[in-house]
């Protein structure tokens, strides 16, 4: 197949992007693929430039504001080298690459693409639908409210500490545990930093755990161990040693059949693709509390959607494969 992997862009998990585009070019072409590699704000990646933008890290803390958000989006219907292609295969993170508004144009150019639809992505990025989505289905989520609320309604209905992020962002990307009322204010002004919506939800003290969704299935359910603090945060995801990722979790078959359970529910409530990934927490009862899907989960070596498919034997080069076979599955005739 000739595959454009889209990558880059200008969200705040560019970095994150970045790291992933290059695994899957890479394991692509291993698999026989003609593959090119297209900067989602700059078009197609020249050899050289490929290995440039490829060969850069992700920094241990995300940025402290939003990027060029006025940026070109990808016009690959109109690049002679993509205008042909069988496959993008999406590697963006955040931003417009994952809440919706690349599938749309892909969809209007009728451009099969990995991951899941417009409609999905939508969803899945905005957390409080998400979240709305997830009570209906029953899918124990925290419990949240939206900013702007005082003091004393956060205290009466959330207590503290309590968890403050943007509504629309992913990667903790201005996430704030506040454990005192001195430091809410300011966490929501961190918050607003990156969304003009700031989630105010109830910290739930325990374990995090993860799962993979693939073709209709639940992978392995994996548990987080941060090296510092309580929350998986932006360091802990993208930085070596800052956690402990242990895939199979160590937990009861029974909890692991219901993080599965639930987490494809939740996939399936928000009429998400061939694949995602769901994040948890487990309460010290065993309880357990959907925090978000993620629809386009990363694929760098670190990311904890390859971990999950490996711990059922899946490994990367046939985790992409299958991506991009659901994919055409799903989108067998693209829009017109």
């Known amino acids: 197949m000739k595959i454009a992997v889209l990558l880059g862009g200008t969200s705040m998990e560019r970095d994150v992007s970045v790291a992933s585009g290059s695994q899957v070019v890479d394991a ?29 890290g992700i920094d241990r803390a995300p940025p402290d504001k939003l990027g060029d958000t006025d940026a070109k989006l990808p016009a690959l219907a109109v690049i002679p080298q993509a205008a042909d292609v069988d496959l993008v295969f999406l590697a963006l993170h955040g931003g417009s690459g994952e809440d919706g508004t690349i599938q749309g144009l892909l969809d209007m150019a009728g451009l099969r693409y990995t991951g899941s639809g417009a409609v999905g992505s939508a969803l899945a990025m905005d957390k409080n639908s998400a979240k709305r989505l997830f009570l209906g289905a029953g899918v124990p989520t925290p419990e949240w409210l939206m900013a702007p609320a005082s003091l004393e309604v956060v205290r009466e209905r959330l207590g503290f500490p309590v968890i403050v992020k943007p509504n629309g ?6 996430l704030s545990l506040v454990r005192q009322a001195e430091e809410f204010e300011r966490a929501i002004a961190a918050a607003t930093a990156f969304d003009d919506e700031v989630m105010l939800e109830r910290y739930i003290p325990g374990r995090e755990l993860t799962v993979g969704i693939l073709d209709g299935e639940a992978l392995a359910v994996g548990e987080i161990i941060p090296a ?19 895939f199979p979790a160590d937990i009861r078959p029974e909890i692991a059949a219901k993080v599965q359970a639930l987490g494809l529910r939740a996939h399936e409530e928000l009429k998400l693709g061939s694949y995602s990934r769901v994040d948890f927490r487990m309460d010290p ?52």
């Open 169 to 174: 962002q992913g990667s903790t990307v201005g």
């Open 228 to 246: 510092e603090g309580d929350i998986f945060d932006y360091t802990a995801k993208y930085q070596p040693d800052a956690a402990r990722e242990i």
């Open 28 to 56: 692509l072409r291993r698999a026989g693929h003609e593959v090119i590699a297209v900067e989602s704000s700059r078009g197609v990646l020249s050899p050289s430039e490929e290995h440039e933008l490829l060969r850069v």
């Open 285 to 336: 009862q065993d309880g357990l509390w959907v925090l978000e899907v993620n629809t386009l989960p990363g694929l760098s070596a670190g990311s904890l959607l390859p971990k999950s498919a490996g711990a059922v034997g899946i490994d990367f080069g046939e985790l992409c494969e299958r991506i991009c076979l659901g994919a055409l599955a799903e989108k067998a005739e693209p829009p017109s």
